[in-house]
């Protein structure tokens, strides 16, 4: 079974950045579209961009645009989300979400498979 734990959440003032990894055990992330999601409180679940299985293709929603970036390792072992320029408004959990459709073509807020417990990004001054 396939199991997914995020790290790299924390405090950051606006304007700094973050970057979050996702570490596959259990087997590799191989083939599998990749995809963040973020939570904020009294806020419906959303996902903010994705990579397709075959790592030709990235899906963004418009809040991530020019400011995010999803990559994956050679190993395929683990997944990364670069937070740039972050705001206050970025304050979420964020989880990172692996699917076994998607291979060519992702979408950010479509069906996974697999999720992770979540970190918390807090942006704050």
């Known amino acids: 079974q396939l199991q997914l734990v995020e790290s790299g959440g924390g405090l950051v003032q606006p304007g700094g950045s973050l970057r979050l990894s996702c570490a596959a055990s259990g087997g590799t992330l191989d083939y599998y579209s990749i995809a963040w999601f973020r939570q904020a409180p009294g806020k419906e679940r959303e996902g903010v961009i994705c990579i397709s299985g075959n790592g030709g293709g990235t899906k963004y929603a418009d809040s991530a645009k020019g400011r995010f970036t999803i990559s994956r390792d050679n190993a395929e072992t683990t997944a990364y989300l670069q937070m740039n320029d972050l705001k206050p408004e970025d304050t979420a959990v964020y989880y990172c979400?692996?699917?076994?459709?998607?291979?060519?073509?992702?979408?950010?807020?479509?069906?996974?498979?697999?999720w992770g417990q979540g970190t918390q990004v807090t942006v704050s001054s």
């Open positions: 979400a692996v699917g076994l459709f998607g291979y060519r073509v992702c979408n950010p807020g479509g069906h996974y498979d697999y």
